[in-house]
């Protein structure tokens, strides 16, 4: 089955430290790959996706992230944290023979301290 | 250029009411998609619609919801008898094309629905 999973629910970080979200999909056919993040009170934003081509992917705010298909992965990172990125971060799928729908993990909290 | 928009932003129903949410996707955007988020939880799929015509409802419940998207205004969402589980954030996407495109959904603001 289709499915997307993201290993850390909660993450605290200090203000310039480097953050890694885990992110891991099942699936063996063609994907796209999305992170989203939801700042609070506010709608989901797209941060980047990857559809083909270069796995290291750059997305807004300093945000990349690397597609390594041998792992299923797609691990998001930003060297440098602010507080202004405490926010919930989603990784999505859109697989092949799934029509459009997009298959979120559970999400990530990350908690951006001063 | 406006986004996707739904609207009401906060529902409060009680049990056995219906409730009906409406989205208006981005301009230009014939393609909605509109996903429920449980507290603590992501995202989950729930129908895909194009214009008059539904494309994929694996991810509806059998019983009391139902969605359309008329040819003219927006998208509708409607959840009938609700019970306290339905109780969650019910968000709208929009995307300009259809499958196996380079196409991202744009997420409107969500409706928070509270059944009491």
């Known amino acids: 089955a289709q499915s997307v999973s993201q290993h850390n629910h909660h993450v605290i970080l200090s203000e310039a430290a480097s953050l890694e979200l885990g992110c891991n999909y099942s699936?063996?056919?063609?994907?796209?790959l999305f992170w989203y993040v939801q700042y609070p009170g506010q709608h989901l934003q797209l941060l980047l996706k990857y559809f083909s081509g270069d796995p290291l992917v750059k997305g807004i705010k300093g945000f990349e992230a690397e597609f390594i298909k041998s792992k299923f992965s797609f691990n998001l990172r930003k060297p440098s944290v602010q507080w202004s990125d405490t926010a919930e971060y989603f990784c999505?799928?859109?697989?092949?023979?799934?029509?459009?729908?997009?298959?979120f993990g559970a999400g990530t909290r990350l908690a951006v301290h001063p | 250029n406006a986004g996707v928009m739904q609207n009401p932003r906060h529902l409060v129903r009680r049990r056995g009411q219906e409730a009906r949410l409406r989205c208006s996707p981005m301009k230009g955007h014939s393609h909605v998609y509109w996903y429920r988020q449980l507290p603590e939880e992501g995202l989950k799929f729930m129908v895909y619609?194009?214009?008059?015509?539904?494309?994929?409802e694996s991810g509806m419940p059998k019983e009391r919801f139902s969605a359309e998207f008329p040819k003219e205004g927006p998208s509708i969402l409607r959840i009938q008898q609700v019970v306290r589980g339905d109780s969650a954030a019910y968000f709208c996407?929009?995307?300009?094309?259809?499958?196996?495109?380079?196409?991202?959904?744009?997420f409107g603001p969500g409706t928070r629905l509270l059944v009491l």
């Open positions: 996407a929009s995307s300009p094309r259809a499958i196996l495109s380079q196409e991202t959904q744009y």
């Open positions: 999505a799928g859109r697989f092949s023979g799934g029509y459009n729908k997009l298959i």
């Open positions: 699936y063996g056919g063609t994907v796209n």
């Open positions: 619609l194009q214009k008059e015509n539904i494309i994929d």
